[in-house]
């Protein structure tokens, strides 16, 4: 079990371009999450995925954004025309579920974004 | 809906002597508790966990909480914080009926360890 992994750590991009965030969940774990955390607050939801269904995104998720996890496994945060106000830290935590209860919720090291 | 209040944003506290980080929570129904920490540019790492059964839970590297219904509140203690537990605390609470177990964060306390 290698954890939870993010690419990239870091990325800097202009104004207007588009980013694209990769992460790879704790292998056979069913539910993957998405996190955006600014500076000097917690960590907020985004939206989050049953194997490759989304079942639910925030309101904080604008049409800007889409998230995608093609065939249950890694999952894919795209921004498109990127803003200064996406600068942030995205984290993904992936967990397995059943019907019982929650599991625990396992984090990667996030993607620090910054929009210049 | 659900909400955390870390009341302290930074607690400074000499190396060896206790500490506490307070955590109160909001919510209209039964929840599950947690407490996350994050050290300098890293991810979020669980310390514990509070889901049902005794209310004082023991975690990894010496902190324990206790789920206090009464009060609302899940407090963070170590009786003899070292110099590693430098970083960020996040308090956190799960609605439990809601199977989407979507996580709500408070701000987060940030422990200084002063040698």
């Known amino acids: 079990d290698t954890g939870v992994s993010q690419d990239p750590r870091h990325k800097i991009t202009k104004r207007g371009q588009n980013v694209t965030f990769r992460c790879d969940p704790i292998?056979?774990?069913?539910?993957l999450y998405w996190y955006r955390q600014t500076l000097g607050q917690g960590p907020e939801f985004l939206t989050y995925?049953?194997?490759?269904?989304?079942?639910?995104k925030s309101r904080l998720l604008s049409d800007r954004f889409s998230a995608e996890r093609p065939k249950g496994s890694f999952s894919t945060l795209e921004i498109q025309r990127t803003e200064q106000g996406d600068s942030a830290m995205y984290l993904c935590?992936?967990?397995?579920?059943?019907?019982?209860?929650?599991?625990?919720?396992?984090f990667g090291p996030g993607t620090r974004l910054l929009v210049l | 809906a659900q909400s955390v209040t870390q009341l302290d944003s930074q607690v400074p506290v000499f190396e060896e002597a206790p500490v506490e980080l307070r955590c109160n929570y909001s919510?209209?129904?039964?929840?599950?508790l947690f407490w996350y920490v994050q050290y300098p540019n890293q991810g979020l790492q669980l310390l514990l966990k509070?889901?049902?059964?005794?209310?004082l839970v023991k975690g990894i590297n010496g902190f324990e909480a206790e789920f206090n219904k009464s009060q609302t509140s899940f407090h963070l203690r170590k009786p003899s914080v070292h110099i590693s537990d430098t970083a960020e605390y996040f308090c956190?609470?799960?609605?439990?009926?809601?199977?989407?177990?979507?996580?709500?964060f408070g701000k987060g306390t940030r422990l200084h360890i002063l040698p």
């Open positions: 995925f049953q194997n490759e269904a989304q079942l639910e």
């Open positions: 919510s209209s129904v039964s929840v599950y």
């Open positions: 509070y889901l049902s059964g005794s209310t």
């Open positions: 956190a609470v799960s609605d439990r009926g809601n199977r989407d177990d979507k996580i709500i």
């Open positions: 292998s056979e774990h069913n539910r």
């Open positions: 935590a992936s967990s397995s579920r059943d019907y019982r209860r929650q599991e625990t919720q396992y």
